[in-house]
């Protein structure tokens, strides 16, 4: 499987993506997609298999290291290994390594993501039980783009009709900032506008980001459209008109709240998670 994206220089594209494996035998979507993006931007591929006894751990459980002891929690395999290196050379990838888990998610994730540039994994890669629990810990602490692939994921990246979702707010921005490279190979970007952008009280006095001006500066046209939408009705809008243009992949801001040692989602966040079908850019 290969990514579709354009031959053309991506600048700015990820130097290094992190694929969340669940399984080696076949290989999981997100080691697949990751191994095609990492070929496409010739940047370097690590595999980090995180085995299901430690999937569903997060910050308002004990400490993973604790319940590590615990459990059966394996360790790098050899042959693992070696069938990842051999699939990521076949894939085109010149630089890959391998790695297993010893903790939950999240904290993989904020440890790994401090020298990522993008994490590739599947939504439904959690038992749904837990799955936004986690999740939310993830997309909110991690500090790294993540690329969600929607459940059953098994198709190419198209990355042909990007849209992004821009609502005013400091997550939205660096949605759009992490997106550079996709958007530039796409060949036709849609802008989705809120038409109340909110601002945190904060940013009333800070400088003004205008997200088309912004992509025109990098040599992006991009289509724009308003949405019309409550809050209470922004992810089912959002889904809708993501929908409604075919797009291949949705760009957005992660939101969400705080709790004393978790992070929630916030309602758009956990709806567009639940009901879309298109893999999704996120960063917070």
């Not at 604790?66 to 042959?79: R, W």
């Not at 010149?94 to 599947?122: C, K, N, Y």
């Not at 291949?248 to 929630?264: N, T, W």
Request: proline fraction near 6%; glycine fraction near 6%.
């Amino acid at each position: 499987m290969s990514a579709t994206l354009s031959s053309k220089p991506l600048a700015g594209a990820p130097t290094d993506v992190l694929a969340l494996v669940t399984s080696t035998s076949p290989w999981s979507p997100a080691a697949i997609t990751a191994a095609a993006l990492a070929a496409t931007f010739d940047a370097r591929l690590t595999g980090c298999y995180v085995d299901a006894s430690l999937r569903m751990l997060h910050g308002g459980d004990p400490d993973p290291s604790v319940i590590a002891l615990l459990l059966d929690v394996p360790h790098e395999n050899a042959a693992d290994r070696d069938a990842f290196l051999a699939m990521a050379r076949e894939s085109g990838v010149h630089r890959a390594s391998w790695m297993a888990a010893s903790s939950g998610i999240p904290q993989t994730t904020r440890q790994l993501g401090a020298w990522h540039d993008l994490i590739v994994f599947e939504r439904d890669m959690i038992d749904s039980d837990s799955a936004f629990d986690v999740l939310g810990e993830v997309l909110l602490t991690c500090r790294t783009p993540c690329l969600l692939l929607p459940p059953a994921w098994s198709g190419p990246v198209r990355m042909q009709r990007v849209a992004l979702a821009w609502n005013g707010s400091i997550e939205s921005i660096r949605a759009i900032h992490a997106s550079l490279p996709f958007a530039r190979a796409a060949s036709d970007v849609l802008l989705l506008d809120g038409e109340s952008p909110s601002y945190e009280d904060e940013q009333q006095h800070t400088p003004h980001f205008d997200p088309a001006a912004y992509l025109a500066n990098h040599g992006i046209k991009t289509r724009i459209h308003r949405v019309h939408a409550t809050p209470g009705e922004a992810g089912a809008a959002l889904q809708r008109e993501t929908e409604s243009a075919k797009a291949d992949l949705l760009v957005m801001g992660a939101y969400g709240h705080s709790r004393v040692r978790e992070r929630v989602l916030g309602g758009a966040t956990r709806h567009i998670l639940q009901h879309i079908n298109v893999p999704i850019l996120m960063q917070h």
